[in-house]
């Protein structure tokens, strides 16, 4: 018995979360990650260029989604590996 007592979960037969849960967690962290890595990179990229307004906008949602999908895939796969 841990120390303070039995926990909920355990009593329940329920011992954490899924192999699923964690490959999602794992994406939205790389995600997370990436898209501000886009953000960073691809603003930095596209004021160099000398874009503005609607241009600046696209280009930054365009790479904030390539980066943060690419790096979410990453950790997924390396979740799912550790599962």
């Known amino acids: 018995m841990p120390i303070g007592g039995t926990p909920q979960n355990y009593r329940q037969g329920q011992a954490g979360q899924s192999c699923f849960d964690k490959i999602k967690m794992g994406f939205g962290m790389g995600f997370v990650i990436g898209a501000s890595t886009g953000f960073l990179f691809g603003g930095f990229q596209a004021f160099r260029y000398g874009?503005?307004?609607r241009e600046l906008v696209t280009t930054l949602v365009?790479?904030?989604g390539q980066a943060g999908g690419s790096f979410g895939v990453f950790m997924a796969v390396g979740t799912a590996l550790r599962c």
Request: proline share 0%; charged share 35%; net charge positive.
């Open 62 to 64: 365009k790479s904030m």
């Open 51 to 53: 874009l503005r307004g």
